[in-house]
């Protein structure tokens, strides 16, 4: 099996796990996917740390191996959700499909969309890959993700408990912050995954930074493209003071984003 052929099945199987009828509600799949994933980790970790504090345990090396496989996982949720948003983009948008497809004109094997048949072409575990496929979908030209915010973007959404972000943009340095982050988060993956000599120094600063970009950054390409392509999405009534999946949200209503204390919660009812 030649590798070209082997990346085209294995992008197809990612189709299997990620649990959607192709582009049926797509964007409620990744964002459901999204928050499962990243809650599961997050809710690991954070018992073992309240473990390690009840107890007042020294860091050893087992919290420092489970940091260490914390920050890949993170990685793992980062490059699933990147990998579904470009296909969903490609997918979705007809200008984007139609200039993709027009650069291939033989048959797209296996059964693939268009937009799984461009995302098996980047690594979306690579920082450097994710940032060049959304230039070329979204002709973009940028040298850091970070391009892609403003202290802006953050406005209408409701968030809590990501005090820092505030921090970064009162201090002038959100960019330069969030690309510092990714790629300390990045540099610590590829050591923890090819060098099993190397544990982690445990940094609760750092671990705390690398949460806050790993956990809202994705959340802020869904909010985003979620409004751009009119989708259903989480949102906060401010009202009733409940979380409601819609592509209509009403003046009272604004964008949610999850936070640690969220994900680790375990009172959540569903309402009619």
């Known amino acids: 099996m030649s590798k070209v052929t082997s990346k085209l099945i294995e992008i197809k199987v990612y189709r299997e796990t990620r649990n959607d009828n192709l582009d049926n509600d797509f964007m409620v799949t990744i964002t459901s996917n999204l928050l499962n994933n990243l809650g599961y980790r997050n809710n690991f970790i ?7 504090k009840s107890e007042k345990k020294e860091v050893d090396k087992n919290l420092r191996v489970a940091t260490g496989l914390y920050v890949c996982s993170l990685i793992t ?17 007809r200008s984007i499909s139609l200039r993709l497809t027009k650069e291939h004109t033989s048959e797209i094997p296996f059964g693939l969309t268009i937009g799984e048949f461009q995302a ?24 850091e993700l ?4 403003s202290n802006e973007v953050f406005n209408g959404l409701l968030f809590v408990e990501y005090a820092m972000i505030f921090k970064w943009i009162y201090e002038g340095n959100l960019k330069s912050k969030i690309d510092k ?6 540099k610590i993956r590829h050591r923890v995954t090819h060098d099993a000599n190397y544990l982690i120094e445990f940094d609760s ?12 950054i994705p959340q802020f390409f869904i909010s985003h493209f979620a409004i751009k392509y009119s989708q259903k999405r989480l949102v906060f009534n401010k009202v009733g003071r409940y979380i409601r999946i819609t592509d209509n949200p009403t003046e009272d209503e604004v964008q949610y984003i999850f936070n640690v204390k969220d994900f680790m919660t375990n009172d959540w009812q569903v309402v009619e």
Do not use: P
């Not at 699933?80 to 969903?88: N, P, Q, S, V, Y």
């Open 181 to 186: 982050t990714l790629h300390e988060a990045f």
């Open 120 to 143: 098996r072409k980047y690594n979306f575990q690579n920082l450097v890959q994710t940032r060049e496929a959304f230039n070329y979908i979204l002709k973009r030209e940028t040298a």
């Open 205 to 216: 600063g750092l671990l705390s930074e690398i949460e806050c970009v790993f956990q809202m």
């Open 77 to 93: 949720c980062w490059e699933t959700f990147f990998r579904d948003l470009f296909i969903f983009i490609v997918n979705y948008d």
């Open 46 to 52: 954070h018992n073992q740390l309240e473990q390690y």
């Open 146 to 149: 970070s391009e892609y915010f």
